[in-house]
């Protein structure tokens, strides 16, 4: 939990839960303690850093259902310091998930394409061009790198059922 000393109140947030809320946007339910237990529900456009697979949100501020409710004692809360303080911080890695796509993305490609046509492929890498919140996920748009090669191995009559292989592509 990273935490902020905001009007002599210290402010730690626990957890993060992102969801998509249809309009490009995601919404982040942040769980607090210190000063103030709960859950504080923040929207705003996810952008990706390329430098550190993270994605964050440099227009993150508090929804209006939290904004309307940060009066009185927890007015400390509606500052301009919190909303700055989630936009430095709140960064998602999403190294990891892209590895995993990237590996899966190879693991489809691999395969017999017909009988006796193979496509065998290495991607080496991929670069995130931009991301979008859609209700259901958060949609990664990306070009990947590698080579491929379609492997034939055909059928030779009258070879005693032996099969040849021949090499074609990059």
Known sequence: GTEIEVAAQQLRVD????AGVGDGR?????????????????VGHP?????????????????VGTRNMLTGSLAWLAGDAVER???????????????EGR???EQSLNRELAEG???RTEIRAGQVHGLRAAPEALLVR?????????????????AA??????HAGR
């Open 26 to 42: 995601l919404a982040g339910a942040l769980g607090v303690s210190g000063g103030v237990s709960g859950v504080l529900y923040a």
């Open 161 to 166: 059922g032996k099969r040849g292989a021949v």
């Open 47 to 63: 952008a990706y850093d390329t430098t550190t697979s993270k994605l964050f949100m440099p227009d993150l501020e508090y929804d």
């Open 117 to 119: 046509v193979w496509l």
């Open 142 to 158: 990306a070009v990947a790198t590698g080579r491929a090669e379609v492997v034939l191995r055909p059928r030779l009559d009258g």
């Open 103 to 105: 590996r899966l993305l």
């Open 85 to 99: 303080f989630l936009r430095a911080n709140v960064r998602v890695d999403l190294g990891p998930t892209l590895e």
């Open 15 to 18: 957890s993060l839960h992102l």
